[in-house]
C-alpha cells in the first residue's frame, strides 16, 4: 500500500463528516492503483479543460478494511468534483437525478472517464446504495462493456437516455430496444469495432461520450 493526499497533483478530501471540509486526508491504495488513477485523472482534465483546471476530488473512500476491492486497496469512492471556473459534478448531491439535463450528462461524462478506465463502475443508476457516490474499481479487467452486468447495461440505458432520447427504461435488462439505441449512439458517434470484446473500442466510446457529456451536446 501507498499514503497520498492528491492525485497527480490534484488533493483529494473528505466531506461525509464535515461537508465542504478542504483539510488534507491521508489515503491508502496500492501503487498499480494508484497509477491508474493518474492516467483516469489525466484523461479528466484533458477532456474537461474547458472548464479549466480540476480544482480538488472528494472521495468517500479508497482502501477500505473489508472485504473485495476497498479492502484490497483497488478502488475509490468518487463523490465530487470541482473545476477551477466553479463548475461542478456531485454525485454526493445525486447528480445523476438532476431534473437538468446539463447535470445529468456532466455527471455522465464523470461516470464515462472512470469506465474508460475502470472494468466495475457503479453509479446512481446502478442501486441506490451507489445513489450518492461512483465507484470505480481494478475487478475484471480490461475495461469493456458486458451486456449481461446490471451496472453497464444501466449505464448504457441512462447515456441513450440522456444523449439522444431513447426513454429507455434504465432496467438493467438489455433487450432489442436497449441494442437499437446502443447502436444509434454508436452510429452516431463514430465508432466502429465491438466494444464488447475490444476494450479499445469501449475506451474510445467512453472518451467519445464523455467529450460530449462535459461540452452539453446530444450524440
Known amino acids: 500500500m501507498i499514503s497520498f493526499s492528491n492525485i497527480d497533483g490534484t488533493p483529494v478530501y473528505y466531506w461525509r463528516s464535515n461537508r465542504g471540509n478542504t483539510t488534507p486526508r491521508t ?49 475509490m469512492d468518487l463523490d465530487h468534483v470541482r473545476w477551477s471556473n466553479g463548475t461542478t459534478s456531485s454525485p454526493l448531491d445525486q447528480a445523476h437525478a438532476s431534473g437538468t439535463q446539463s447535470i445529468r450528462r ?7 472517464s472512470c469506465r474508460r478506465r475502470f472494468r466495475y463502475v457503479l453509479d446512481g443508476w446502478y442501486n441506490s446504495a451507489h445513489a450518492d457516490h461512483i465507484h470505480a474499481d481494478f475487478g475484471d479487467l480490461p475495461p469493456r462493456c458486458v451486456k449481461a452486468a446490471s451496472s453497464d447495461c444501466k449505464f448504457v440505458q441512462a447515456m441513450c437516455n440522456n444523449f439522444i432520447g431513447s426513454n429507455l427504461v434504465v432496467d438493467g ?19 466502429t469495432g465491438d466494444p464488447h470484446t475490444t476494450s479499445s473500442v469501449w475506451m474510445s466510446m467512453m472518451w467519445a461520450v464523455a467529450t460530449h457529456g462535459f461540452a452539453n451536446q446530444a450524440f
Open 106 to 112: 456532466r455527471y455522465l461524462a464523470v461516470d464515462a
Open 173 to 191: 435488462d438489455w433487450g432489442p430496444l436497449t441494442q437499437s439505441a446502443f447502436d444509434t449512439a454508436k452510429s452516431r458517434l463514430g465508432v
Open 27 to 75: 489515503w491508502n491504495c496500492t501503487q498499480s492503483f494508484y497509477d491508474r488513477l493518474v492516467v483516469w485523472i489525466r484523461d479528466l482534465r484533458s477532456q474537461s479543460e474547458a472548464y479549466g483546471s480540476v480544482s480538488y476530488l472528494v472521495s468517500a473512500g479508497f482502501y477500505v478494511n473489508k472485504a473485495g476491492q476497498h479492502g484490497a486497496g483497488t478502488a
